[in-house]
């Protein structure tokens, strides 16, 4: 698999306004949080753009990271078993 992008989180800020247009082609995010993950459709109950955002950033602000967009899904954060699974 092929890297087509790479960003820095700590040198280019991703707030809301810049995060949200990732989703753009996204049918499925996957958020990691602790050891939970909560899987959000993006086609079928696509959740309101607010909390979409609260999803993604972390208490900075900031887009959290690991971002990886995988086909047409999103993985925001780290969760060994998904990327396992988004990777194989």
Known sequence: MATTEEVDA??????AAEAL????GMTKMLVAKGKSVK???LK????A???LAKLML???GNLRAPTIKVGKT???GFHEVTYA???A
């Open 10 to 15: 700590k040198k280019q800020k991703f707030g």
């Open 21 to 24: 247009p990732l989703l753009t």
């Open 39 to 41: 899987e959000i459709d």
């Open 44 to 47: 079928k109950d696509r959740p």
């Open 49 to 51: 753009d607010e909390e």
């Open 58 to 60: 972390g208490p900075t």
């Open 74 to 76: 999103i993985l925001i």
């Open 85 to 87: 699974e988004a990777f």
